[in-house]
């Protein structure tokens, strides 16, 4: 890609136009942050909870925009040698051997050699500062709220600069700034100074006809009957007091589930055979299972034979 800056969207419909020709159905408030984000040039920011679709904004920017995708998972307990980069120091030990054994005694030319780019493991953050064919990638920085406080504050540098400091080094800075994605579930709050630093969406549940327009997407091959059935019955659960409500995944989960079964439309008997598609705890199953499942589908049917 010669010229990346001419895939950025030049508005809102364009952005909207792009999310949609790789099958995400967003709002018309989503897709103006993310135009704003894009032509800023700066990070965004996205929260809410885990299945709507946070994550896979980033994958639809990098197939949209035809860049790599370089992500960074988060998680307790994640360090530098990880995110950042590690020093190859097997081959080290052996380039220093082999110098020994050449007779190269200059201590500071070996030391030269072996903190050298040669030697240098890129990890996540340092291959989102290198831009591929003159094209910066789509840096996702997953679940930034699984890891500690002090990994938070080392992404500062890097939010503000887009460089990174390796002591035997110096900095390393990006010659074209990568598009960032940071995303969190809210499990903990994100320091201010972070969030300063960027644009920010939180991403909620879809209404009902985003959520069927997504199954259709999704999953061509659920009938229209059993798509609205599922969806209505998805909205409900919502309702509830659950430990963990539906995502958007466990929606289209559920939809490849019904629809590999060859459903039609929803009963009690395969509500219960496939809901470990659409709830992942035990307690919310039982609670589905012992009265609220079936309450919640009579309620729609009726509301469907009325419509």
């Known amino acids: 890609m010669n010229n990346p800056q001419s895939a950025i969207p030049s508005s809102i419909d364009e952005t909207l136009a792009l999310l949609t020709s790789q099958d995400y159905v967003a709002s018309r408030a989503l897709a103006t942050v993310l135009f704003l984000s894009l032509r800023m040039r700066r990070p965004l920011l996205l929260e809410g909870e885990a299945g709507v679709g946070k994550t896979e904004i980033a994958k639809v920017l990098s197939a949209g925009l035809n860049r790599p995708l370089i992500r960074l998972q988060c998680y307790e307990g994640l360090d530098i040698s990880t995110a950042v980069y590690e020093w190859n120091y097997p081959a080290q030990m052996l380039e220093i051997r082999m110098s020994e054994a050449a007779g ?14 040669r030697y240098l493991i890129r990890r996540p953050i340092l291959q989102a500062l290198s831009s591929v064919d003159g094209a910066a990638p789509i840096f996702l920085i997953d679940e930034l709220d699984r890891t500690d406080e002090a990994f938070e504050a080392y992404l500062l540098e890097l939010l503000s600069e887009y460089q990174v400091t390796i002591p035997e080094i110096g900095v390393i800075k990006a ?36 959520e069927l327009e997504i199954v259709r997407r999704k999953v061509p091959g659920c009938n229209r009957q059993l798509s609205q059935e599922l969806v209505a019955y998805v909205q409900k659960l919502r309702e509830l007091d659950l430990f963990k409500k539906p995502g958007v995944a466990e929606t289209i989960d559920w939809a490849t589930a019904l629809t590999e079964l060859d459903s039609v439309a929803l009963d009690p008997e395969i509500i219960s055979d496939t809901i470990g598609a659409l709830l992942k705890y ?14 919640i589908l009579d309620e729609l049917k009726s509301e469907i034979a009325d419509a």
Do not use: M
């Not at 030319?109 to 050298?116: D, L």
């Open 104 to 117: 190269i005694s200059d201590r500071s030319a070996i030391e030269h050699n072996i903190f050298s780019d």
């Open 282 to 295: 035990q307690d919310d199953i039982a609670r589905i299972e012992e009265g609220d499942g079936r309450k």
């Open 175 to 210: 010659e074209e700034p990568p598009i960032v994605i940071i995303t969190t579930n809210r499990t903990r709050e994100i320091h201010d100074a972070l969030k300063r630093r960027c644009l920010y969406h939180w991403v909620d549940y879809p209404q009902a006809d985003a």
